[in-house]
């Protein structure tokens, strides 16, 4: 399925976005790991949901094909829900599905509690709590410099080693290494990484406000942003929230399973 491409003003930068398929909308949004992008993100699923559904994405401002901020704070949860909000002012239908993966799940979470216009909310490996980083937390957001760095990463983010081919390998470093993307990386994510995790933790009351069906989708290998310290506390501050936690996956879901998250999506936007 091709995408048709499109660009929004958000704040004074440029955001890249995507749209395809028919049927009732989704919008799905990406996480904040070096080289996250949506079309990555989503590659292995995304045919079957421009199938059945028009789906929105878009570039999160600093990430992919977007622009970047030419002033600090580069991680700006702010101007990422602004750009959500954007995009969902894009889309014509009164009701929408959303999907929000790792950082953007606090971004989703968010949108959900301020737009009736969501009616139903998938989170896949979200953030959203306060919890202490594991020792695997600081890679998600270290700009590798290296191929074995990347390399490194990738084993902390994914389950199944064997994903890690060569070819995967390649597109990444040619994404990070084009003299642009690694300075802007490392100055978004300059610092202890502890604050980037208190900066994304909602209150309960933030919760409170979610008031559309919820499905929360969690690895139950996450090492980087685990389930124990994220969607499962998270969960019992929404009481309409389902609980899928995949066994054999890391934190990237829509990659390691995609056929797993695929039935579960369609079952939920229904």
């Keep these: 399925m091709s995408l048709e491409s499109f660009t929004m003003d958000v704040q004074g930068v440029a955001a890249r976005c995507w749209a395809g398929g028919s049927g009732r909308p989704l ?13 990555g993100t989503w590659r292995h699923v995304i045919d079957a949901l421009t199938a059945r559904y028009r789906v929105y994405m878009t570039d999160l401002i600093g990430f ?11 991680f700006d949860l702010d101007l990422w829900l602004a750009q959500a909000e954007a995009l969902l002012d894009r889309i014509p239908e009164q009701e929408v599905g959303l999907v929000g993966h790792s ?34 937390t600081a890679l998600c957001w270290t700009f590798p410099e290296t191929r074995e760095d990347l390399r490194r990463t990738l084993k902390a983010l994914m389950y199944d080693h064997d994903g890690i081919t060569d070819e995967l390998l390649d597109y ?15 100055a978004m994510f300059e610092g202890e990484k502890q604050r980037f995790i208190e900066a994304a933790a909602l209150s309960p009351a933030e919760l409170a406000k979610v008031t559309c069906e919820v499905m929360m989708v969690h690895g139950m290998n996450d090492v980087m942003f685990p389930a124990e310290g994220t969607t499962i506390p998270m969960s019992r501050h929404l009481p ?25 999506m369609l079952g939920f936007f229904r």
Excluded at 64 to 74: N, V
Aim: hydrophobic share 35%; net charge positive.
């Design 64 to 74: 992919g094909e977007s622009g970047r901020k030419t002033e600090a704070p580069f």
């Design 172 to 186: 990444r470093m040619g994404i990070l290494h084009d003299g642009v993307y690694g300075p802007h990386f490392s």
């Design 240 to 264: 309409q929230a389902d609980l899928l936690l995949l066994a054999r996956c890391g934190h990237l879901p829509a990659l390691e399973h995609p056929d797993k998250l695929l039935n579960a």
């Design 103 to 136: 950082i953007s799940g606090t971004t989703a979470l968010r949108l959900a509690g301020r737009s009736p216009r969501i009616t139903r909310l998938m989170t896949t490996a979200t953030m959203g709590w306060n919890y202490l980083e594991t020792p695997y």
């Design 27 to 39: 919008m799905l949004l990406h996480g904040s790991g070096p080289g996250a992008a949506s079309q």
